[in-house]
């Protein structure tokens, strides 16, 4: 049996509207990333950071001195993709990279004092975007909580 005939207890025959552009919710989801990022831009912007830089922040300001792998994990991301942004952060001056003295395979990432002196202007990038949702902090709370049990739901399926 393929991944499509695999159909969840509850579902209900096809309609015709069932195609439709506007009645999909990947559709909402991927329009609604494209606008997030570009809030992210526009807020991220005065820092010098992308968004998918300011996710590798977000792991090093949690916890300095990772190798690559152990910051791509939270991510999703993996060392190939990984490397040309750590680059671009280590040219930025944020972060160096050096080989793991128990094993040079591994890369370790620290951030530079300039990387944590970033941390102070990102404290506001939260609050920015929650400005730009217009939306409370119990909303988007309630939100991102809906959204992470479905990514576990979807992650558990396949």
């Known amino acids: 049996m393929g991944a499509m005939d695999d159909k969840p207890n509850n ?31 526009k807020v991220l912007g005065p820092l010098g950071l992308t968004y998918p830089q300011y996710l590798v922040m ?5 916890r300095d001195g990772l190798t690559v792998s152990e910051i791509g994990e939270p991510l999703g991301l993996d060392s190939a993709t990984l490397t040309p942004l750590l680059k671009r952060l280590e040219t930025a001056g944020l972060l160096s990279r050096s080989r793991a003295a128990s ?16 941390r102070r202007q990102a404290e506001a990038v939260p609050a920015a975007m929650l400005c730009a949702a217009a939306c409370s902090t119990d909303e988007l709370g309630r939100l991102k909580g809906e959204l992470d049990d479905l990514r576990r739901r979807l992650q558990a399926y396949g």
Do not use: H, I
């Open 11 to 41: 579902a209900t025959p096809p309609s015709p509207a069932s195609l439709l552009l506007q009645n999909q919710f990947c559709f909402s989801l991927y329009a609604t990333t494209l606008a997030m990022q570009k809030v992210y831009r």
């Open 58 to 62: 977000l792991v090093l300001w949690e």
């Open 103 to 118: 094993d040079e395979r591994q890369v370790v990432v620290s951030l530079s004092l300039a990387g944590q002196e970033l």
